[in-house]
């Protein structure tokens, strides 16, 4: 049985979320939150919000019941890219530099061994 949660237009760069998140993946739910709480980077706040919601919709399926929290673990971790935000910057000699602010889809899959 497995659970999913998804956080959709995080402001993070999806690059920087992978890098946190290939930390966590078949990871035990447990030490997965321990990696993540120690970890210094502004993207893994973010991904522990995500884990905690996956296992608390691990535990509120009906045929969880009392199901051990040592034993759920990350099955699977995707980062997609969200749209891009666009905003332009003046420069110098009339010119305009564009930035792009990227955003990312974030998935999180728990599973019980």
Do not use: C
């Amino acid at each position: 049985m497995k659970a999913v949660a998804r956080q959709r237009y995080a402001r993070l760069s999806p690059l920087k979320v992978r890098q946190v998140t290939r930390l966590i993946k078949d990871k035990n739910v447990e030490d997965a939150l321990s990696i993540l709480h120690f970890t210094p980077k502004r993207a893994a706040k973010t991904v522990e919000n995500v884990l905690r919601s996956a296992v608390a919709n691990f535990q509120n399926q009906e045929e969880a019941g009392g199901v051990n929290p040592d034993k759920i673990f990350v099955k699977s971790v995707t980062v997609d890219g969200g749209p891009m935000w666009k905003r332009f910057r003046p420069m110098s000699m009339g010119r305009v530099g564009r930035i792009r602010r990227r955003t990312s889809h974030i998935t999180i899959v728990v599973e019980d061994r």
